[in-house]
């Protein structure tokens, strides 16, 4: 009897606090027993109360991301020129190299200069349904076809080298009258002076500022 009185006594698990409700004999927590005033074997230590994190609030509606194979092109810097410009433009030459008679090339087409803001610049082809909106916008009349529409990526950070990657372009990405080809995924660096090609007559000429 003096058992079940200490045991009716207790409002609290004397090893590991958890309120104990009226006529409960074990604890739920430890499984001590008010009765005897024991604990099961291997369970002389409770396991540490669980400590639950608050549900984060739940994230913003996401922008519509960049199309496969296009890296992430970040804000340029409020304020800071360009430090090289591109100068498109019809060649004649590169065009007779690959004419197959299927479309006419563009005469008096004068060249058009665009200046590569921020760190990079994508070349190819505008596809609204499809989120492209490259910075050389060869959609732009006259539309040059044979530019895929995200062809090749101009990276041009501060301080850093500028390069050109083909991004897995359908008729290739070429340097110099030689015409290398630019290996998909392999960034090449490129001096001032030199010469891309591109599509079915483009030429891109990069100028140091």
Avoid at 119 to 133: A, K, P, V
Avoid at 190 to 198: P, V
């Amino acid at each position: 009897m003096a058992a079940a009185g200490l045991a009716a006594q207790e409002a609290v698990c004397p090893l590991c606090e958890t309120p104990r409700e009226p006529g409960q004999r074990y604890c739920e927590e430890c499984a001590y027993d008010f009765l005897t005033r024991t604990v099961p074997a291997g369970r002389e230590h409770p396991a540490p109360p669980l400590i639950t994190q608050p549900t984060p609030p739940p994230a913003p509606p996401s922008t519509p991301s960049s199309p496969p194979g296009v890296p992430e092109r970040p804000e340029p810097p409020a304020g800071v020129a360009a430090t090289w410009l591109a100068e498109v433009v019809p060649d004649r030459a590169y065009f007779d190299r690959g004419d197959d008679g299927s479309v006419p090339f563009p005469t008096d087409t004068p060249p058009r200069l665009v200046a590569l803001l921020g760190s990079r610049t994508l070349i190819g082809r505008r596809s609204r349904s499809r989120g492209i909106f490259p910075e050389i916008d060869l959609s732009l009349p006259p539309e040059d076809i044979g530019i895929s529409r995200a062809h090749a990526l101009l990276e041009h950070p501060p301080g850093g080298p500028l390069t050109v990657t083909d991004l897995g372009s359908a008729n290739g990405t070429w340097l110099g009258d030689s015409l290398r080809r630019v290996e998909r995924g392999v960034a090449v660096e490129l001096a001032a002076g030199a010469r891309i090609y591109l599509g079915s007559w483009t030429r891109i000429t990069l100028r140091a500022r």
